[in-house]
């Protein structure tokens, strides 16, 4: 069975840093576009990082650019986003997605994690 787990959040003050991380199991990881997702209170989800199956490639919202950084380790089948300089606004539970082939050419499926909560503040 599929599973992203989330850890790494919790309570951080202005300008601090965090490290979050996503085990998966139940899907060849390594041909997965891993993604982490946001979202605040009332707000819609929003992308935050992207990083592809080899981690040769990565995106990034442009709040976040020069602070947050996704990498991933394929043999751990983890994916990871290291927060640094954090600001308030940065405050959401952050999901872990998954992009993942099905095997035939042109099709894919999404798997989503449960999320951990990231809270900035004083």
């Known amino acids: 069975q599929v599973q992203l787990v989330e850890s790494g959040g919790g309570l951080v003050q202005p300008g601090g840093s965090l490290r979050l991380s996503c085990a998966a199991s139940g899907f060849t990881f390594s041909y997965a576009d891993m993604r982490w997702y946001r979202q605040a209170p009332g707000k819609e989800r929003e992308l935050v990082a992207r990083i592809t199956g080899p981690g040769t490639g990565t995106y990034y919202r442009d709040s976040v650019k020069g602070r947050l950084s996704i990498a991933r380790d394929n043999a751990k089948s983890t994916v990871y986003l290291q927060m640094n300089s954090l600001r308030p606004e940065d405050t959401a539970v952050y999901y872990c997605?998954?992009?993942?082939?099905?095997?035939?050419?042109?099709?894919?499926?999404?798997?989503w994690g449960q999320g951990t909560q990231v809270t900035v503040s004083s």
């Open positions: 997605n998954a992009l993942a082939p099905r095997g035939l050419m042109g099709t894919t499926v999404d798997y």
